[in-house]
């Protein structure tokens, strides 16, 4: 099911957060989700755009679909994005091969 909300509050150090949804309640947000997103944290009172999931009586956020940072509160640290890895060639250079030019 896909809801808004707002980032009430993300602890890096613990790895998890909650959302407070416009309908209600909270949701869960864990480290995990947060980096599919490309995030590796949000600023409390951003408001986000999520897919949600029930389990074991709770909810939890599957998926961050969208992230406005701009909404997030005056005081609070700027979003960390992950760190996009250079990709890899699968192709090695002769020289690694074994092989000269």
Same mark, same amino acid.
């Given at each position: 099911?896909? =809801?808004?909300?707002?980032?009430?509050?993300?602890?890096?150090?613990?790895?998890?957060?909650?959302?407070?949804?416009?309908?209600?309640?909270?949701?869960?947000? *864990?480290? #995990?989700?947060?980096? $599919? $997103?490309?995030? @590796?944290?949000?600023?409390?009172?951003?408001? @986000?755009?999520?897919?949600?999931?029930?389990?074991?009586?709770?909810?939890?956020?599957?998926? @961050?679909?969208? $992230?406005?940072? #701009?909404? $997030?509160? =005056?005081? =609070?640290?700027?979003? @960390?994005?992950?760190?996009?890895?250079? =990709?890899? #060639?699968?192709?090695?250079?002769?020289?690694?091969?074994? *092989?000269?030019?």
């Amino acid at each position: 099911m896909l =809801a808004t909300g707002r980032v009430a509050w993300f602890n890096l150090e613990k790895k998890f957060g909650f959302v407070a949804l416009d309908t209600g309640g909270d949701a869960f947000l *864990h480290v #995990s989700v947060l980096k $599919a $997103a490309g995030y @590796v944290t949000l600023p409390p009172g951003t408001v @986000v755009e999520v897919r949600l999931e029930k389990d074991r009586g709770n909810t939890r956020v599957t998926e @961050v679909i969208r $992230a406005d940072t #701009s909404t $997030a509160k =005056a005081d =609070a640290p700027a979003p @960390v994005l992950r760190k996009r890895q250079p =990709a890899r #060639s699968l192709i090695g250079d002769g020289e690694a091969n074994g *092989h000269r030019s």
